[in-house]
């Protein structure tokens, strides 16, 4: 069974522009959350989509959001990009409400100039 | 809000070392912790779960335990191996939102 796929897996984007990241989960996963990972910072919460609704959500500005698509896929978009929005993004399944355990994906790496 | 913290956040030992990843949370009320590696710059794989259920839970090498009331969970490594060089990192839950410590980078030394 094919594991969490991201795309892309590396981007560069200028201040002020908006950038849109896609994850695929695990066949048969309905759960897909969203990590922002950085030197400072750790890793933190986005947001959590269980079948087309955000189910939970962490303490990010309005900027970053996300959706999730019937086939499950789903994607998160962050407008007016800050220097401070370079980051490792990471998405993870899972077979809630089965079972909570996380698979993670590559991650996409973000940087902002 | 939840704050996980590891310890110790850096370890260098000789292979065949048995050592102790030790994590600690300050909310008890968790469904689930789990356990996982990140080797540099990739995403982290899935080494256990324990269940807010349960005390314990063994994978091959690793054995990790949880014990909710002291807001505490230890990961033992067996007979380290330099392919165990990595961060781990532990994750209690609640629900399907995990909290993320810092991380302890291990090195095993050939």
């Known amino acids: 069974k094919a594991g969490v796929t991201q795309t892309p897996r590396y981007l560069i984007k200028t201040r002020g522009q908006q950038v849109t990241l896609s994850c695929s989960p695990i066949?048969?996963?309905?759960?897909v959350s969203w990590y922002q990972q950085t030197p400072g910072q750790g890793l933190q919460f986005l947001f959590e989509?269980?079948?087309?609704?955000?189910?939970n959500k962490g303490n990010f500005p309005g900027r970053f959001s996300g959706r999730q698509f019937s086939n499950s896929r789903s994607e998160m978009n962050v407008s007016t990009l800050e220097l401070g929005d370079s980051a490792l993004y990471l998405c993870?399944?899972?077979?809630?409400?089965?079972?909570?355990?996380?698979?993670f994906g590559p991650g996409t790496r973000l940087t902002v100039t | 809000k939840q704050e996980v913290t590891q310890i110790p956040a850096a370890l260098s030992v000789p292979e065949g070392e048995n050592l102790v990843l030790n994590c600690s949370f300050t909310d008890s009320a968790i469904y689930n912790l789990q356990w996982f590696r990140q080797d540099p710059g990739k995403g982290l794989t899935s080494l256990l779960l324990i269940q807010s259920s349960q005390r314990e839970q063994t994978s091959g090498r690793l054995n990790a335990s949880l014990d909710k009331s002291s807001g505490r969970s230890t990961l033992y490594i067996a007979a380290s191996q330099p392919g165990d060089s990595a961060t781990y990192l532990c994750a209690p839950s609640t629900g399907n939102q995990f909290y993320f410590g810092t991380g302890t980078s291990l090195t095993v030394i050939p």
């Open positions: 989509y269980f079948s087309e609704t955000q189910r």
């Open positions: 066949s048969g996963h309905r759960s």
């Open positions: 993870a399944s899972s077979l809630y409400p089965e079972n909570y355990e996380q698979y």
